[in-house]
């Protein structure tokens, strides 16, 4: 008798059971996941980049960074450089600052910064295999731009990150 009531007892466990697993494959194949929730659909975009400064090695514009609004995913701030000249294993690029903002119907804007004082020679070569330029979508139409400012290269307590505010239309704060 003890063992009738067992073997019921094991009938209704794997019952139970098997409606657990049920539930879970139809809640795991209906409901969105973190995963799918995101999906950025790309597209192919063709850019043609001109230079206006002499470039040593006539090398063609790389991406050296692409990031994305986090309140808008459809929109890429994207870093572009040439190199101007390898020495060993360091490499340097043309001494201004290419960032294009690609928005998501396509619109290239291209953001060109000139100015060679803003940011100091030291930051367009890479340094212990480091960019030290570095470009961050904020919000809205703002974008922060941080480097390295140095008072003495020779002494490593004089390299100090410094940074500003750039808009879509080039104006820096």
Not at 78 to 89: F, I, K, L, T
Request: negative net charge; glycine residues 4%; charged residues 15%.
């Amino acid at each position: 008798m003890l063992n009738a009531k067992f073997k019921e007892m094991r009938a209704l466990t794997y019952n139970d059971n098997l409606v657990i697993i049920i539930i879970t494959i139809f809640l795991l194949t209906t409901l969105p996941t973190g995963f799918t929730q995101y999906t950025i659909n790309y597209d192919n975009i063709t850019y043609l980049e001109t230079s206006v400064q002499s470039n040593l090695t006539r090398a063609p514009p790389r991406i050296i960074d692409i990031r994305h609004y986090e309140d808008s995913l459809g929109t890429a701030v994207v870093r572009v450089a040439r190199e101007n000249y390898v020495a060993g294993n360091n490499i340097c690029y043309e001494r201004r600052l290419l960032i294009r903002v690609i928005q998501e119907n396509g619109t290239v804007i291209p953001i060109n910064i000139d100015n060679t004082t803003l940011i100091p020679d030291i930051n367009y070569c890479y340094v212990a295999n480091k960019n030290p330029i570095q470009v961050y979508p904020l919000f809205d139409e703002y974008i922060l731009v941080t480097y390295t400012h140095v008072t003495n290269t020779s002494d490593n307590t004089t390299f100090v990150d410094k940074g500003f505010v750039v808009d879509w239309s080039g104006t820096y704060m």
